[in-house]
């Protein structure tokens, strides 16, 4: 049973900061590359950060990159997403996902094989 629970999310001001977690369990073998991405109601979802598991290369999208950091803890098979000077356009709900093989784009949700339930980050003035 493949699971992957999110936490961290939550309010706060803008400037302020948020980490979100990503714990994946019952995976059938080991993954290939996590992403966070994000989407508000009636928007396309967006690739936020994705790192690849054996590299440890990371990428960021431009909205974020700068603010944002991407990082794994193989130990805790987790992926975290640290979020510092957020903005009011940074709120959304955030997703985790996972894949297990190599090609596809770390960019594109419909490459990835496994996504979390979703955990809201609200930013406000």
């Known amino acids: 049973h493949v699971e992957l629970v999110q936490s961290g999310g939550g309010s706060v001001q803008a400037g302020g900061s948020l980490r979100l977690s990503c714990k994946a369990s019952?995976?059938?073998?080991?993954?290939?590359?996590m992403a966070w991405f994000r989407q508000a109601p009636d928007k396309a979802r967006e690739g936020v950060a994705h790192i690849y598991i054996n590299s440890g290369l990371s990428y960021y999208a431009v909205s974020v990159k700068g603010r944002v950091t991407i990082s794994q803890d193989n130990a805790k098979n987790t992926v975290y997403l640290q979020m510092a000077s957020l903005e009011l356009e940074d709120t959304d709900m955030y997703y985790c996902?996972?894949?297990?093989?190599?090609?596809?784009?770390?960019?594109?949700?419909?490459?990835?094989?496994?996504w979390g339930k979703g955990t809201q980050v609200t930013v406000s003035s």
């Open positions: 019952g995976l059938p073998r080991d993954s290939n590359c």
């Open positions: 996902e996972t894949n297990l093989d190599e090609g596809g784009s770390g960019w594109n949700g419909a490459d990835f094989d496994y």
